[in-house]
């Protein structure tokens, strides 16, 4: 099935999402061992204020280097949004554990697990759907691997996110200045299943669309010639 092809079976993933003006398709790929040293670099660039946001603490380079290091992809799953120069615009890490493990969580669900999200977007890059584009496909994951709680934890300072939770039906509870954010969601069905194949294919062609063109312009700039 080729990229057209894919765009006449859901329209839907290849536009902007409905809120207010257009913005350019938000690409979220599922990302894999061989993006750690990228996703590495997005973690390292976030200030101060960033990472007190997105780890509830500063976390310092050291700490940050270890909890890239030891992502667990076949545990969790983590989610990405490239730019043209394969740079990560914006990582989303669904961490799944046990219901037991989460005390306060145990009688949420009957499932065995339960997910919580965390979402970090560069500076650059934000108030284009990035965040809410990661979680989108966050909450598609966890009903696909029959998980119907997702949870997320952050400050009550934090209005851009708790937008982001209210406006995707999150439950939000503030307490002593932090927040927590629940979402009930629905199982999963055939719909919700193609939409996220769906929605991985288009991530894969813009990858591999990014991927050539700067190995092209690499090879090309190398020409004697060649003039910027
Ligand atoms: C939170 C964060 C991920 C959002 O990423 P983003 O790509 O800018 O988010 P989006 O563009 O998808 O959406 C931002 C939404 O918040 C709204 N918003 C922006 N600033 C806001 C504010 N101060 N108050 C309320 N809403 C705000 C925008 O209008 C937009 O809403 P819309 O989509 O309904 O128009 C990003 O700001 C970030 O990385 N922050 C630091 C880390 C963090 O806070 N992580 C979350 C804790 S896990």
Redesign the pocket.
């Known amino acids: 099935m080729n990229s057209s092809e894919l765009e006449g079976l859901m329209p839907e993933l290849t536009t902007a999402?409905a809120?207010?003006a257009r913005r350019p398709a938000v690409r979220v790929k599922e990302l894999a061992e061989r993006d750690r040293r990228r996703m590495l670099m997005h973690f390292l660039v976030?200030d101060d204020?960033?990472r007190l946001?997105?780890f509830g603490t500063v976390l310092p380079d050291e700490l940050i280097t270890r909890y890239v290091q030891r992502l667990d992809f076949s545990r969790d799953a983590v989610f990405g949004v490239y730019d043209d120069n394969l740079h990560l615009l914006?990582v989303g890490h669904l961490a799944f554990t046990p219901r037991e493990a989460s005390p306060t969580l145990t009688n949420a669900t009957l499932k065995e697990r339960i997910a919580e999200?965390?979402?970090?977007?560069?500076?650059s890059?934000?108030?284009?759907?990035?965040?809410?584009?990661?979680?989108e496909r966050a909450a598609i994951h966890c009903r696909n691997e029959d998980v119907d709680t997702l949870y997320?934890?952050?400050?009550s300072s934090?209005?851009?996110?708790?937008?982001?939770a209210a406006?995707a039906g999150m439950k939000i509870h503030r307490e002593y200045g932090e927040a927590d954010a629940y979402l009930k969601l629905e199982p999963a069905s055939p719909g919700t299943m193609l939409a996220e194949a769906v929605e991985e294919q288009f991530a894969f062609f813009d990858y591999g669309v990014k991927a050539n063109t700067k190995a092209a312009m690499k090879w090309l700039r190398k020409l004697p010639n060649w003039k910027k």
């Not at 934090?158 to 982001?164: G, L, R, V």
Request: glycine share 16%; hydrophobic share 40%.
């Open positions: 999402p809120t207010g976030l204020s960033d946001l997105r914006g999200f965390g979402v970090s977007v560069a500076s890059a934000r108030g284009m759907g990035i965040g809410s584009k990661l979680f997320m934890h952050c400050l934090n209005q851009t996110m708790i937008h982001i406006k």
